[in-house]
């Protein structure tokens, strides 16, 4: 099983033992899972930085990259 770590240098994928302790017995819920933590990050910046944007762009652009973030997590 690997990880993917989006860090600073950009998407990177690490072996699962490389990252935390290496128990799949810490996985007790998809929440646990490092990738859905990423992309509820990514959903997150998303929506806080479309907060930022014109109005007049609300129902164009700023749908369109509320969503993608949204189907990222999935």
């Known amino acids: 099983m690997f990880v993917f770590n989006i860090g600073s ?6 072996n699962w033992r490389e990252q935390g302790t290496g128990r ?3 996985i007790n819920d998809f929440k646990d899972l490092i990738i859905w933590q990423k992309g509820m ?3 997150q910046r998303c929506y806080f930085l479309t ?3 014109p ?3 609300l129902y164009g652009m700023v749908q369109q990259i509320r969503r993608s973030a ?4 999935c």
């Open 9 to 14: 240098t950009g998407l990177s994928m690490l």
């Open 24 to 26: 799949m017995s810490d």
């Open 41 to 43: 990050d990514i959903a």
């Open 51 to 53: 907060k930022l944007f």
């Open 55 to 57: 109005k007049d762009e």
């Open 70 to 73: 949204v189907s990222v997590r």
